[in-house]
């Protein structure tokens, strides 16, 4: 699915392209759909996600990874080695699925046999025996200030049922977006 295009008018609207994707910036994860036109792109060709082999330190404003996470053998990992090539000043925005959204109380997953987790923001406990809270993820950043950890359902049809509710342009996301201090 080409999330980062399903999103494009929602961030226009809100900004994104202004104020946070300024810069030189890095898209992983995007296949054939990166977030900006001019951004580096790395996906399965270009290596491993969670390692950035040849990637240098803070060589990025911004750093942007949508539907990817949860396709790693160790989000905590990659997400440190994301935040590592991040300038200070830059920010770092992840978009993953939200596990009651998207998965809707079912692991393994029915409609991506590929994801090893599933994502919240708030729980304390959760029905998924792979659940990792953003909240706690984002702790493991030195240096770090939230901007906002969020849920996004723009367009999701909350009508009930077990079917794939992220067809078409609807989003069944979490969104992390985080500034590295200087």
Known sequence: MNESEKARERRVREGYFDRFLV???IDIGCGSDP?????????????????????????????????????????GLAIGRWW??????????????DEDLYEQGSWPSRFNGDHKWTFTIHKVNSWSPVSISLKNLVQLLPNHKVVWIRLIDEGYDHSGGIWD???GNAEANLEMLVEKLR
């Open 35 to 75: 977030v900006t036109s001019d951004c580096v792109r790395w996906d399965k060709e270009d290596g491993d996600a969670q390692e950035l082999h040849g990637v240098e330190r803070e060589s990025f404003d911004w750093v942007y990874s949508s539907h990817c996470l949860e396709h790693l053998r160790n989000p």
């Open 23 to 25: 810069g030189r910036g």
């Open 84 to 97: 590592d090539i991040l300038k200070p000043g830059g920010h770092l925005l992840i978009v993953v699925p």
């Open 165 to 167: 509710r992220t067809l």
